[in-house]
């Protein structure tokens, strides 16, 4: 089963409120990945774990937190939502970075 | 740093029409090159990869050839469907292999 799952499809928030995304898979991956897409934009790496270990893209480092409490869990915390976090966010996992599964992704749109 | 490039934001053709869509990329090694396919209301999926320069690789009738000369990675089809109508990625695997760079997208709309 190569089943990636976020929750939820659609998310509302309010500026300044905190926001928190939640992605599982059954997979046993490695690493699990979180990407931000935009409009006309490619879709952005915002910071993956491998194992247990974070890493953070350099120009969002201070924007999005993570954890990853077991293996088959992720989630993406936004501490205080600005109107230019919405975007759809995409939820990936994999093994040793060899094909990307993705889940069909979080629409978050701030108010 | 790394990036990949693809020029068209949207095609549209005929069933049957040959499609061709342009990826450049730049980088200071050797990538795996992918291409992953999103439709409507789903996240990206892999079409193909392809791991070594000068390689071609195949999938479902699409076919993408790593040309370490002119560092491209250009997605071809001989004969388009209506089914195939979607979003298609150019991606780039980073140096360590712990990650998978996007390019923009090209939407394909095919037409009846």
């Known amino acids: 089963d190569t089943t990636v799952k976020q929750n939820p499809r659609y998310k509302l928030a309010r500026v300044g409120k905190p926001v928190n995304l939640i992605c599982s898979q059954t997979?046993?991956?490695?690493?699990m990945y979180w990407y931000q897409k935009k409009p006309n934009q490619a879709p952005k790496l915002l910071l993956f774990?491998?194992?247990?270990?974070?890493?953070r893209e350099a120009d969002t480092f201070e924007k999005f937190q993570s954890s990853r409490p077991n293996n088959s869990f992720c989630s993406l915390y936004i501490g205080s939502a600005g109107l230019e976090y919405s975007a759809m966010y995409l939820c990936?996992?994999?093994?040793?970075?060899?094909?990307?599964?993705f889940g069909s992704g979080t629409r978050l749109t701030v108010l | 740093g790394d990036s990949v490039t693809q020029m068209q934001g949207q095609v549209t053709l005929s069933e049957d029409d040959f499609l061709f869509i342009n990826c450049t990329y730049s980088?200071?090694?050797?990538?795996?090159l992918f291409w992953y396919v999103q439709y409507p209301g789903e996240g990206p999926q892999l079409l193909l990869k392809?791991?070594?320069?000068?390689n071609k690789g195949i999938s479902r009738g699409f076919e993408a050839t790593y040309d370490k000369r002119t560092t491209s990675f250009h997605l071809q089809k001989a004969s388009v469907q209506e089914s195939d109508s979607a979003v298609y990625y150019c991606?780039?695997?980073?140096?360590?292999?712990?990650?998978?760079?996007f390019g923009t997208g090209t939407k394909l709309q095919v037409v009846p």
């Open positions: 990936a996992s994999s093994s040793r970075a060899e094909t990307l599964y």
């Open positions: 392809v791991t070594t320069a000068n």
């Open positions: 991606v780039l695997g980073s140096n360590s292999g712990t990650y998978q760079r």
């Open positions: 774990y491998y194992d247990k270990i974070l890493n």
């Open positions: 980088t200071t090694w050797y990538p795996t």
């Open positions: 997979m046993n991956h490695d690493t």
